[in-house]
């Protein structure tokens, strides 16, 4: 408990705890499954396919990001690199 006081205390002073923080809770939202298609017609079956397995053992999909979706936000943040939606990647 002492450690994380003293880490907590540091964090603060060199103003990095809203930053780690952050972070921390990023990851706790990084459940996510990232896989490559051969082509947008398999991403359709590929959702279904997993929503169906998956709900199997209660697990709850939230969402998807794929390459060509329709969400404004095309920049999308993943294992701390950035991944730019608007562009296919070869």
Do not use: C
């Amino acid at each position: 408990m002492k450690r994380l006081e003293s880490l907590t205390k540091k964090l603060h002073q060199e103003t990095l705890f809203t930053a780690y923080d952050d972070e921390f809770k990023e990851w706790e939202l990084l459940d996510d499954l990232i896989t490559s298609l051969d082509n947008e017609a398999e991403i359709l079956p590929f959702i279904e396919e997993s929503h169906h397995i998956l709900a199997e053992g209660k697990f709850n999909l939230r969402g998807w990001k794929y390459t060509g979706d329709d969400d404004p936000e095309q920049v999308t943040s993943f294992l701390g690199l950035i991944w730019n939606r608007k562009e296919k990647m070869h």
